[in-house]
């Protein structure tokens, strides 16, 4: 069965500084990798997606996000934090040969602080 | 372009009542996705419809809940009767079709809680 573990339940960046979101996923095969960001009180927002080609994937808000295979990893990065991105951050996956059922990570609470 | 619609936004309700929840898609889309999302966790998908057939449930727990999207458009989660346990924040999300590789769009949410 496919799974995502986000290992922090929470990350506080200074602003202006970079900032990781870690991701780790198990999935058979070659996934598909998503991030979404929520807002308190709001739904999930789509901010970028892994599928294939280049390792590093710019997506919304200057975010960008690394795949790793060896490493299993697709960790959220931003080189410099706004106190705009403190919200909930999600990571997915998706098996493109298998169950088409999406699979969320627990979440990251990030806080960037003045 | 209008975002995905639910209602209503919160819900209270006693255990053993029922309860439903509305979504109206992004206009054009054929895949319609139910999801549970309790406090401290990532939504869980409780069901997939492309256009008005279902695609997943196996998540679903059939005993008590029950979806529907006639017409291919809109849809209703419904739970009867309802436990403590559902408490939790039910999530509509819609993507132009069932490909994995379409990103999801969310609407706000119904915070529904059972006491």
């Known amino acids: 069965a496919q799974s995502v573990a986000q290992p922090e339940d929470q990350v506080n960046v200074a602003e202006g500084n970079p900032l990781t979101v870690k991701c780790t996923y198990s999935?058979?095969?070659?996934?598909?990798l998503f991030w979404y960001v929520q807002y308190p009180n709001r739904g999930l927002q789509f901010l970028l997606k892994?599928?294939?080609?280049?390792?590093l994937v710019k997506g919304s808000y200057g975010f960008e996000a690394e795949f790793n295979k060896s490493q299993t990893s697709f960790h959220l990065k931003k080189p410099s934090a706004l106190v705009s991105d403190s919200a909930l951050y999600f990571c997915?996956?998706?098996?493109?040969?298998?169950?088409?059922?999406?699979?969320f990570g627990r979440g990251t609470s990030l806080i960037v602080h003045p | 372009e209008a975002g995905v619609a639910q209602s209503p936004r919160y819900k209270i309700i006693e255990k053993r009542q029922s309860v439903a929840f509305w979504c109206n898609p992004i206009s054009g889309h054929a895949t319609l996705y139910w999801y549970q999302q309790i406090l401290g966790q990532g939504p869980k998908l409780l069901i997939q419809f492309q256009n008005n057939g279902v695609v997943d449930d196996s998540q679903l727990p059939k005993d008590r809940f029950s979806a529907e999207r006639l017409k291919g458009v809109d849809s209703t989660l419904k739970i009867q009767p309802a436990k403590l346990e559902d408490s939790a924040v039910y999530l509509c999300?819609?993507?132009?079709?069932?490909?994995?590789?379409?990103?999801?769009?969310f609407g706000p949410g119904t915070r529904l809680t059972v006491t």
């Open positions: 999935v058979s095969g070659n996934p598909y």
């Open positions: 997915a996956a998706r098996d493109p040969g298998g169950s088409y059922i999406p699979t």
């Open positions: 999300a819609s993507s132009i079709g069932q490909v994995t590789t379409y990103e999801q769009y």
């Open positions: 892994y599928i294939t080609g280049d390792n």
